[in-house]
């Protein structure tokens, strides 16, 4: 089957750095993304990668290996708006969007 | 651009009645999608459509109808909902399968009682 696994939940200092990890096996493999949800909203597109290695965009950045079936987002400068939900998704071989259940990430003062 | 639009943004139904979620989008995307979230789950494929007249079924099609006669519009329909039905339903669309982005709709929160 396939499968996407990231923590539930994560809590981090304002001003500080988190990184909220991935693991996926799918069916092929075209692509991951990070969305972020904020509460009772849709989701919006942060990063996409599909090749092995960093992509930097802003205070967030993604990181990809695909030997090893793992990505990360890392968020740098942490600001209180940033509390929300950061989903991972795998392009599958059907070109199907594959979801990780979210990480809800919460930001203290 | 209005982006992706959706209506209701809020509906109770009974157990057996029917009704259609609407979705529509302006920036003429050729893919279009009707997800489902459940609390602590991740989003679900319902169905998909690559283009007017074309549509295919995702992971949870089960208890859901859809048809795509325009490029604009994608509507989703409920026959006989089950209290299992209540979730949040979101629309999204992309110009293509490879598009490195899916712009989603407000979403559409819906009970069945």
């Known amino acids: 089957g396939q499968n996407i696994d990231q923590p539930t939940e994560m809590t981090a200092t304002e001003g500080a750095i988190v990184q909220i990890n991935c693991t996926y096996q799918?069916?092929?493999?075209?692509?991951l993304f990070w969305y972020q949800q904020h509460a009772g909203e849709a989701p919006t597109f942060l990063s996409y990668?599909?090749l092995d290695g960093l992509e930097e965009k802003g205070r967030f950045s993604s990181f990809l290996s695909r030997s090893k079936g793992y990505s990360y987002l890392l968020l740098k400068e942490l600001q209180m708006k940033d509390s929300a939900s950061y989903l991972c998704?795998?392009?599958?071989?059907?070109?199907?969007?594959?979801w990780g259940a979210g990480t809800k990430l919460i930001i203290k003062p | 651009n209005a982006g992706v639009t959706q209506t209701p943004k809020f509906r109770i139904l009974k157990i057996g009645q029917s009704m259609t979620l609407q979705c529509a989008q302006d920036?003429?995307?050729?893919?279009m999608y009707w997800y489902r979230q459940d609390p602590g789950m991740g989003l679900k494929l319902i169905y998909y459509s690559v283009g007017a007249g074309i549509t295919d079924k995702g992971e949870v099609p089960n208890g859901y109808n859809v048809s795509r006669s325009t490029t604009e519009d994608f509507p989703l329909r409920l026959e006989l909902a089950a209290p299992s039905q209540t979730s949040v339903y979101f629309c999204?669309?992309?110009?293509?399968?490879?598009?490195?982005?899916?712009?989603f709709g407000p979403g559409t929160r819906l009970t069945v009682t």
């Open positions: 799918t069916s092929g493999f075209n692509g």
């Open positions: 999204a669309s992309s110009y293509s399968s490879n598009s490195y982005e899916q712009y």
């Open positions: 990668n599909v």
């Open positions: 998704a795998v392009r599958d071989q059907d070109y199907q969007l594959i």
């Open positions: 920036m003429n995307h050729n893919y």
